[in-house]
């Protein structure tokens, strides 16, 4: 008869679940000792994430790079998993966002998909709106499908066009005004407002892992993604990430749905 492990934290709970594992059969625990040792790894790189070390001796262990944690923990259905995929998604639906603005609509499904039931969805729709509504000559601009890539959408006209992917040189032009940095910042809150692993994979159409049920380290691999998409991923075309001054007044996610599956 397995042990209970209600009672324990996330991170107890992989450890003793892995030495369970371990026990009931010696063919498992390389294995599980491979698992182990990921999961940990994933555990130390949040924590320190976390805590926000910031000196340059720390900065090259816990670098949140793409290569370095992303392309290593999720992967798409359609193929290998690539940073363009993750620029292209994200930009695409922050510009689908704002012309869905625009026009006043609130989107029912895809990644922009509106959670009526959790409140820290409604509030952080209501700031977007706030970032739209102070320069909307701006985000109507950067929101056409014409001012992007020549991959972007509906190719209206691509002859004009030189850039043809989300590479360095087009992000850095998208995010270059602060307002637009602003923005984004809410919109990955936004993203992650529901932390649940299996409505995270679905709007993102990336898989985290290949079990049928999410486990703990799932969570910390989208703790991970939510930390790259919303700082690295800006620093990576050398710009600075958009901070609140009073990061506590943001309404956090809903952590309850993140470690129900597990409890």
């Known amino acids: 008869?397995?042990?209970?492990?209600?009672?324990?934290?996330?991170?107890?709970?992989?450890?003793?679940?892995?030495?369970?594992?371990?026990?009931?059969?010696?063919?498992?625990?390389?294995?599980t000792e491979r698992i182990n040792k990921k999961n940990m790894d994933l555990n130390e790189t949040l924590?320190?994430?976390?805590?926000?070390?910031?000196?340059?001796?720390?900065?090259?262990?816990?670098?949140?790079?793409?290569?370095?944690?992303?392309?290593?923990?999720?992967?798409?259905?359609?193929?290998?998993?690539?940073?363009?995929?993750?620029?292209?998604?994200?930009?695409?639906?922050?510009?689908?966002?704002?012309?869905?603005?625009?026009?006043?609509?609130?989107?029912?499904?895809?990644?922009?998909?509106?959670?009526?039931?959790?409140?820290?969805?409604?509030?952080?729709?209501?700031?977007?709106?706030?970032?739209?509504?102070?320069?909307?000559?701006?985000?109507?601009?950067i929101s056409k499908t014409e001012n992007g890539p020549i991959t972007d959408g509906n190719d209206k006209n691509p002859n004009s066009r030189s850039v043809n992917s989300f590479n360095k040189g087009f992000c850095k032009g998208y995010f270059e005004d602060p307002i637009?940095?602003?923005?984004?910042?809410?919109?990955?809150?936004?993203?992650?407002?529901?932390?649940?692993?299996?409505?995270?994979?679905?709007k993102f159409e990336i898989n985290c892992c290949e079990s049928e049920q999410h486990e703990c380290y799932c969570s910390l691999k989208w703790t991970i993604m939510k930390t790259y998409i919303s700082q690295s991923l800006i620093k990576e075309i050398d710009l600075e990430p958009w901070k609140p001054e009073n990061p506590c007044s943001i309404v956090l996610p809903d952590i309850s749905r993140m470690m129900l599956p597990f409890c």
């Open 1 to 31: 008869m397995l042990p209970n492990f209600q009672h324990l934290s996330p991170i107890r709970l992989i450890k003793e679940k892995v030495i369970v594992l371990s026990i009931i059969s010696k063919k498992k625990i390389k294995f």
């Open 47 to 141: 924590a320190r994430l976390l805590l926000g070390y910031t000196n340059n001796s720390c900065r090259k262990n816990i670098k949140c790079s793409f290569d370095n944690l992303i392309s290593k923990n999720f992967w798409c259905k359609r193929g290998k998993f690539k940073k363009d995929y993750l620029r292209c998604k994200l930009i695409r639906g922050h510009k689908r966002l704002m012309r869905q603005m625009k026009v006043g609509r609130v989107p029912k499904k895809g990644l922009n998909c509106y959670d009526e039931t959790l409140s820290s969805s409604q509030e952080l729709f209501q700031r977007l709106k706030d970032c739209y509504n102070e320069d909307k000559p701006k985000f109507n601009k």
């Open 180 to 202: 637009v940095r602003r923005s984004y910042y809410y919109y990955t809150e936004y993203l992650f407002s529901n932390l649940d692993p299996e409505v995270l994979c679905k």
